[in-house]
């Protein structure tokens, strides 16, 4: 084996181990914020400043999760690196994480369709609901099976 | 059409054979050491392109590597 193939390969590694370890922090944190939003907002217009801030940082954030479970992430190293970081294995995981998320999202339609017998629930509100349980479930999903292959079980 | 049978390897001997570690023969292949490992314990099912890539990186037949069982 040649030392670029090994050097390349060794950086995949080690890179991937930090990917796991970012989506699983990543996965928590996401979904704690959206729970501190529902326990702390209030629903009044029009929204203050601090209200505009946070929102349109929740937006780039769920944006740029979105962007990740597409495509894998890893835009910032080289192709071969890249190529490693979302292998076969990865893409699968990276699918299942997918296939996860669309049943948070349909989860959270159902319990979205069920509340609002009992209360009103604005349309903003039912988008927070529905991204956060679909990118949640998809992010812990994908970081499992990750953390998972790296194990060996 | 429903799958039936379990997809059995001997990529642990082929790779103990050629004193090849996990990650030797990932870096080879062209994957992560994580793909080989959950190969070899029959965790993930490889594509018919990684197979094919696994068989020739160790030098034996796709079915040699890979049968059903079951």
């Excluded at chain 2, 054979?17 to 965790?43: C, F, H, P, W, Y």
């Amino acid at each position: 084996m040649d030392p670029q193939q090994r050097s390349t390969a060794e950086a995949g590694e080690r890179i991937a181990r930090k990917r796991v370890r970012l989506i699983w922090l990543q996965a928590v944190l996401f979904t704690v914020w959206q729970g501190g939003f529902f326990a702390t907002h209030v629903a009044t217009e029009p929204l203050r400043n601090v209200d505009t801030v946070r929102i349109a940082a929740w937006l780039v954030w769920a944006l740029a999760l979105l962007g990740m479970l597409l495509t894998g992430g890893g835009w910032v190293w080289g192709r071969a690196v890249r190529r490693l970081l979302n292998d076969e294995l990865s893409v699968h995981n990276r699918h299942e994480g997918q296939r996860a998320g669309f049943w948070g999202a349909a989860g959270a339609c159902l319990l979205v369709y069920f509340l609002s017998f009992y209360e009103p629930i604005r349309p903003r509100d039912v988008v927070h609901l529905v991204l956060t349980l679909s990118i949640g479930a998809a992010l812990f999903r994908y970081a499992w099976l990750e953390r998972r292959g790296e194990r060996g079980d | 059409m429903a799958t039936e049978g379990v997809l059995r390897n001997r990529l642990k001997e082929e790779r103990a054979r050629l004193s090849l570690t996990q990650a030797d023969l990932a870096a080879m292949a062209g994957v992560s050491r994580k793909t080989i490992n959950t190969v070899e314990n029959g965790v993930f099912v490889p594509s018919t392109i990684l197979a094919l890539r696994l068989a020739a990186t160790l030098g034996v037949t796709v079915d040699g590597l890979f049968w059903l069982e079951g």
